[in-house]
């Protein structure tokens, strides 16, 4: 089983920033892919980035290439997974989830459906006023 509880939401006006965290605990993989995905009011969840280890291969959405930038790092028995978001627009308005599946991405693509995921975090709200 693995753990994620995110952290970093809230409001924020057009144009500004946010980081969000992620922190991945229990029994994690050697081989695996954590992304962001979000969710706005009456819209499906959707892909934002993902990171996958251990080639630390990065892939964006096109809606947030450009303004935002996943990492990862890792500590005291944890992984972490941050997503700094600049230049923020209204229609990044969602709730911001953590997910993490074993295995990596190929060089072609990237795990971008949800239903690829296995664990998933409680989510964050994030804001941003016009």
């Known amino acids: 089983q693995v753990q994620l509880v995110e952290s970093g939401g809230g409001l924020v006006q057009a144009g500004g920033s946010l980081r969000l965290s992620c922190a991945a605990s229990?029994?994690?993989?050697?081989?695996?892919?954590m992304g962001w995905f979000r969710q706005a009011p009456g819209k499906e969840r959707e892909f934002v980035t993902a990171i996958s280890w251990p080639a630390a291969s990065t892939y964006y959405a096109d809606s947030v290439k450009g303004r935002f930038t996943i990492s990862r790092d890792v500590a005291n028995n944890a992984v972490y997974l941050y997503l700094q978001m600049n230049s923020l627009k209204p229609e990044d308005t969602a709730v911001y989830y953590c997910a993490y599946r074993r295995g990596y991405c190929s060089a072609t693509g990237c795990f971008d459906d949800s239903n690829e995921y296995d664990y998933w975090g409680q989510g964050t709200q994030v804001t941003v006023s016009s």
């Open positions: 229990g029994r994690t993989f050697s081989f695996y892919t």
